[in-house]
């Protein structure tokens, strides 16, 4: 990545469809040229900081990739530094006329490095931006609606698996936690989409639901399936509740790639204020560096009626601002993260591992930790 380029890696020429690979060094910028017709809609999109996503510390830092796309006269036709909350850019484009174009990318300060390494596919490919509802209860059927790009005639299936094998997205779904689903199309496959399961009876948002007056009336417990469809929109439920219940409100959102940024509260039939929550950092949500989903977790001081009311922060709203709403009675529970994931031993010897207690709902009891079936020799203490 220090070395001085030669000329021809300048500016590549390359056809549609397909994926380049290129590394960027200091103050570099990779052009590739390609051919397209008038009304074709193409899908240009980038991976680099989901291939090496840990190296926040390192000198100069993350790599910040930046697309623009050209005509063959040199005008900036297109400009994307992310994609919504996500740091690899992509860009949709509908062709305008025949002719040459010209793809550049660049790291946005002109930084570079030998792991600034990226990958950009180019065609007209399949991309889903949406899908509604993000999830669905265990072992039930579901064909959630695809939103995006060239996704005519596309057929849903779980990631990794072929469109032979799936015959029907009920089947491995049997416990409750997220999959991926992809979208084949004419011999392509999407982008990855992450979908829940729960246990938990569910539930569609009903409009109009915007005031306590109109608020939808659900029974616990109960997941719902939402969107906030416009800047501006609430989304209010009415549950019955007793005196000295704890009552748990999480949304599920941000973590399922939906762009809203929730904001949830809890108010009496008096509408005075109990619980209300923004955002909550969630330590098992990965690379996900802006936690946006709210949660709270309340006692009930009286038997009566209460309002859960949900919004984005920012009051944005559209299609593809889906959410996942669990209303239901405390469920304490926990789930473990070990660092290293992996441990090699010489005879005689021992080693430390940490051990990560994600606690939920309020869970605050004992966690006894031990070897599952470790095979002889082998022991912790």
């Known amino acids: 990545a220090l070395r001085k380029r030669p000329t021809n890696e300048v500016e590549l020429q390359v056809t549609l469809p397909c994926t380049v690979n290129g590394q960027i060094a200091c103050g570099e910028v990779n052009r590739y040229r390609f051919t397209a017709r008038k009304g074709q809609r ?25 697309l623009t796309l050209h005509d063959a006269q040199g005008r900036e036709l297109a400009f994307a530094d992310d994609y919504r909350f996500k740091p690899d850019p992509v860009i949709l484009f509908e062709v305008p006329q025949d002719g040459d174009y010209v793809l550049a990318i660049t790291d946005a300060i002109y930084r570079g490095r030998e792991d600034f390494v990226y990958r950009i596919t180019l065609g007209e490919l399949p991309f889903v931006t949406s899908i ?14 695809l939103q995006g790009w060239n996704l005519a005639k596309s057929t849903l299936t779980l990631a990794g698996e072929t469109l032979e094998a799936a015959k029907g997205l009920a089947e491995s779904a049997d416990r409750p936690g997220q999959q991926s689903l992809v979208a084949h199309c004419a ?20 409009e109009p639901n915007n005031t306590p007056a109109g608020a939808q009336k659900v029974r616990l417990p109960i997941l719902v399936n939402g969107r906030i ?5 609430w989304d209010v439920f009415q549950f019955t509740g007793k005196s000295n219940d704890l009552i ?36 098992g949500a990965g690379v996900n560096t802006h936690h946006a989903d709210a ?37 304490p529970d926990f789930a473990l993260r070990v660092v290293p994931s992996s441990l090699s031993l010489r005879s005689k010897s021992t080693a430390t591992v940490t051990v990560y207690a994600l606690r939920q709902d309020g869970f605050s009891g004992p966690i006894r930790l031990g070897l599952q079936d470790p095979p002889p020799g082998f022991s912790a203490a």
């Open 187 to 206: 011999g392509f496959v999407s982008n990855p989409v992450p979908f829940a399961r729960d246990d938990l009876p569910e539930a569609f948002d009903q």
């Open 42 to 66: 193409l899908v240009m999109s980038t991976q680099a900081r989901q291939l090496i996503p840990f190296i926040a510390d390192a000198v100069p830092g993350w790599f910040q990739p930046v």
């Open 229 to 233: 469809d416009r800047p501006g929109d």
């Open 132 to 145: 509604f509802p993000l999830g669905a209860r265990t072992g039930a059927e579901f064909n959630p609606k």
């Open 248 to 283: 748990a409100l999480e949304v599920s959102a941000r973590r399922l790639d939906s762009p809203l940024d929730s904001l949830v509260k809890l108010t009496d039939a008096s509408g005075q204020i109990l619980a209300f929550n923004d955002d909550r950092e969630d330590l």
């Open 295 to 331: 949660y709270c977790l309340a006692r009930l001081p009286a038997s009566g009626a209460y309002y859960v009311h949900l919004g984005d922060t920012a009051r944005q709203g559209g299609e593809a601002y889906g959410y996942r709403l669990r209303i239901s009675a405390a469920r």
